[in-house]
């Protein structure tokens, strides 16, 4: 017997399958819980979550060879402190693999709006509260069950966190029930990822593979997270907002189900293993499965040929596993699933991303060695703020997806308490010095002049024209050396689109919404004024949308090459503000930074437009002039290309509820949002005469938060803390963390880049001092020692994601 057969019949012998089965059916039961999604947290634990898990405590005795899946520890944790009755059984259950877990996050997070840093703190939070409590278990499992697409670096995220394995629901092209006023067959969608699994693979397994190279083996669960619920019931569904079912254990009723679900499945796989996922939200564990299960076994699997089990996610992958050279290996981007959700709730989006970075800053500091005495005690009062930090990452809490109750009532309360108490804890800390950059001396003044309601400002890179009649929008933008005209005619527009989409999706998104544009800044006149600056100027303009008013800023160095713009306000009621640039740049690949990586997208796919997730940056190059345009910003917002150049951000929405045909409430998505504070967009242009992204160092320049205009020179940024205690050789690797270690001993410092770094990566020690340097995974288990020699750590990056523990000789 090979090894790979050998180990294949350990799992099977282990979960209770027959050698000389040949199709088997796993069901893995679970119940998705959100946090606080349409009720707060403490409203769901107490109206579902104490009694499903009550209930899978009292199944899990009954049935010895039961398994129950828990997909995060956010609830468990409040179980855990609600009843402290339960421990033995519950530490007991988790260590034995019964009570089992399909990740060590807080959440089941969202991955394409959250940093790098707040994915990772996820799992090693949840990681840690386990181990604080006596349960042992890592898991090799993250399952992202009903994220609403994920980052196309997810591969090397898990990687970086010692996960081998993950699974989806939602990725793009897919059809997911009473979201579409459409039928099922109108899916997947053409040049989908959903397409690419379901028809031209038919497979739901498979190696996903990032750009970075990094490998996860990948399950789709094609016909939903709950496929299975409703196996032993007769009605509609289990899920607590449309809860239809009687009870059906009959037989007939259960056999036909399960041949349902084979007849499904079966088309799209390459191995003997099936997987049926049970667990929508908030359902309760089915009564007796395992007898259920053993019924039909005993019944038809001699005429059917298939055996069915109960096992968790992370046995179905590991049997998957041994046939992973059948599997196709494909690089997937599983977006855009929606693209609403990326520029929903904004401030709160804004304010999830500031705890984090204030976290990190504190952590930072906290490091200088005047502060190194309190290091621990911080670590220990930031406990709680990373907690929130980590709950935030939620695909219900930071994409904006919550109602405006439990947005304005649990969520914005939980980031401003955090907040202010991170504040505090800095505030006692000894305070970096900081030293105050010099203006720069330009090598060339700035000219500006306006006349006969134009603005016109030369710098030494770019001749800009302002028109007052249009709107203070961009009539052209010149480049000064080569003289090619790289804006035109009411460029910087905004313009205002009547959006019947809602929290999740744009009214472009589904049949029967509205994407429709409603007016423009360049429609009516607007009075710009130019305030001069030591370096450079800044034109200010106010325009009224739809009855809003809107305030805009362009700010022009001397010298600088990018050009810094903002907008400030709140969209109309139902509508969608965008910024408008007309380039002509003609391409087909739009090239971005995502959480954990880089991404190269088509200009268009599943919707037209396309709002791509604009992570940080992106960099749209033309195919014949080779020129370019890399757009920067320092939120996460969202971007579409038409094929005659024009390029649109979302500045601003207040889409309300996803609604069809002007009355049609879809009942999917049920959450109805209004903003009720001003928000301000931040981007910067930066024009590119030829090469790529890399070549113009758009990544450098866009982890660079020194570059805005508006920051405030008297608050260090993470970056500032970061290059004093640390710095690396390699220009496009950040440090991203350094912290005391969460597990073991010493300094935990963090890499991060877009891609692979090609050569070896010097990490130089400044105002750290240590004698042993190891790498390890972000669950800060230690991987293998390196060579720290006079101060250096020299060592070579494998993905784009590196933890390194500092530590001296008697840690």
């Not at 050998?6 to 039961?29: A, M, N, T, W």
């Not at 984090?356 to 709680?384: G, H, K, Y």
């Not at 929405?653 to 999917?668: H, Q, V, W, Y």
């Not at 070896?760 to 001092?769: W, Y």
Request: hydrophobic share 40%.
């Amino acid at each position: 017997m090979n090894t790979t057969t050998s180990r294949e019949h350990l799992i099977r012998q282990r979960i209770g399958i027959p050698d000389h089965v040949e199709k088997i059916l796993i069901f893995g039961e679970s119940s998705h819980w959100d946090p606080n999604w349409l009720y707060t947290a403490e409203e769901y634990f107490t109206r579902f979550v104490r009694n499903n898990l009550d209930q899978a405590l009292l199944a899990l005795q009954q049935e010895p060879r039961r398994i129950y899946s828990i997909e995060c520890m956010f609830f468990l944790r409040m179980y855990w402190e609600a009843c402290p009755e339960h421990h033995d059984t519950i530490r007991t259950l988790v260590n034995t693999g019964r009570l089992r877990l399909t990740s060590s996050g807080v959440t089941t997070a969202d991955t394409v709006i959250p940093s790098t840093e707040a994915i990772l703190r996820d799992l090693l939070l949840g990681q840690e509260w386990l181990r604080a409590n006596g349960m042992t278990p890592e898991p090799a499992l993250a399952y992202f069950t009903d994220s609403f697409g994920c980052t196309s670096a997810l591969p090397a995220i898990l990687n970086a966190a010692g996960f081998h394995y993950t699974a989806l629901t939602r990725i793009d092209g897919m059809y997911f029930m009473g979201c579409d006023l459409e039928p099922a067959k109108n899916f997947p969608r053409p040049k989908s990822s959903a397409e690419q699994l379901m028809t031209n693979e038919k497979s739901l397994d498979f190696v996903w593979r990032d750009p970075s190279g990094a490998e996860v083996l990948c399950h789709w669960n094609a016909f939903t997270y709950g496929q299975g619920d409703m196996l032993a019931y007769t009605g509609i569904s289990r899920v607590y907002l449309a809860k239809f079912a009687i009870t059906n254990r009959s037989d007939r009723h259960v056999a036909r189900r399960i041949d349902q679900f084979v007849a499904q499945l079966a088309p799209l796989t390459r191995t003997p293993y099936l997987f049926c996922p049970i667990g929508f939200d908030f359902v309760e564990p089915i009564p007796q499965l395992v007898e259920l299960l053993d019924r039909y076994n005993r019944n038809h699997s001699a005429r059917t040929g298939v055996w069915v089990v109960n096992a968790g996610l992370d046995d179905y992958l590991q049997l998957v596993d041994c046939y992973r050279d059948q599997l196709p290996v494909l690089e997937l981007d599983p977006n855009p699933y929606w693209t609403g959700f990326y520029t929903a709730r904004p401030t709160l989006k804004q304010r999830s991303r500031q705890l984090v970075d204030d976290l990190v800053r504190t952590e930072m500091l906290a490091q200088l060695p005047t502060n190194r005495e309190m290091a621990q005690s911080v670590a220990n009062n930031l406990a709680t703020p990373w907690w929130i930090a980590a709950t935030a990452n939620h695909h219900d809490f930071i994409t904006g997806t919550s109602p405006d109750a439990v947005v304005n009532c649990e969520q914005l309360p939980w980031l401003d308490q955090s907040i202010a108490t991170v504040a505090r804890i800095n505030a006692q800390l000894t305070p970096a010095p900081i030293t105050t950059p010099a203006p720069v001396t330009t090598s060339s003044s700035i000219v500006w002049q306006s006349f006969a309601g134009t603005v016109q400002v030369q710098t030494a890179h770019y001749q800009l024209t302002v028109s007052e009649s249009a709107g203070a929008t961009v009539t052209q933008l010149v480049a000064r050396h080569s003289g090619a005209v790289l804006l035109y005619e009411d460029s910087n527009d905004l313009v205002s689109y009547r959006d019947s989409g809602g929290l999740w999706r744009m009214g472009l998104e589904f049949v029967g919404g509205t994407w429709q544009e409603a007016t423009r800044a360049s429609a009516n006149p607007a009075t710009v004024t130019v305030q001069e600056h030591e370096t450079g100027v800044e034109l200010v303009s106010h325009v009224i949308i739809n009855g809003s008013p809107i305030e805009r800023r362009v700010w022009l160095s001397a010298d600088s090459p990018l050009i810094h713009c903002r907008v400030t306000g709140i969209a109309p009621v139902g509508h969608s503000v965008v910024v408008r640039l007309a380039t002509r740049l003609h391409t087909t690949t739009i090239t971005m930074d995502t959480a954990g990586g880089l991404v190269h997208r088509p200009s268009t796919r599943v919707y037209n437009p396309t709002f791509w997730p604009l992570y940080q940056f992106a960099h749209l190059q033309d195919a014949t002039s080779g020129h370019g345009l890399a757009i920067i910003q320092p939120l996460p917002g969202a971007l579409s290309y038409q094929p005659d150049g024009t390029i649109e951000l979302v500045a601003m929405r207040n889409a309300n509820r996803e609604t069809a045909f002007g009355f049609f409430k879809l009942p999917a998505n049920p959450a109805t949002g209004y903003e009720q504070e001003a928000y301000t967009y931040e981007y910067a242009l930066l024009f590119t005469e030829q090469g790529d992204w890399q070549t113009n160092q758009v990544d450098v320049i866009a982890n660079d938060t020194t570059q805005s205009p508006w920051r405030d020179i008297n608050h260090p940024t993470r970056h500032t803390y970061a290059h004093q205690l640390v710095r690396t050789d390699a220009p496009h690797v950040v440090v991203t963390t350094i912290k005391t270690a969460s597990r073991g001993t010493g300094v935990i410092v963090r890499l991060g880049a877009v891609t692979v770094p090609r050569a070896p990566v010097r990490l130089i020690l400044q105002q750290l001092t240590a004698t042993r340097a190891f790498l390890c995974d972000a669950r800060e288990r230690d991987l293998h020692a390196l060579t720290l020699q006079d101060g250096v750590v020299q060592f070579t990056m494998t993905s784009t994601i590196a933890t390194i523990r500092l530590t001296a000789v008697n840690e």
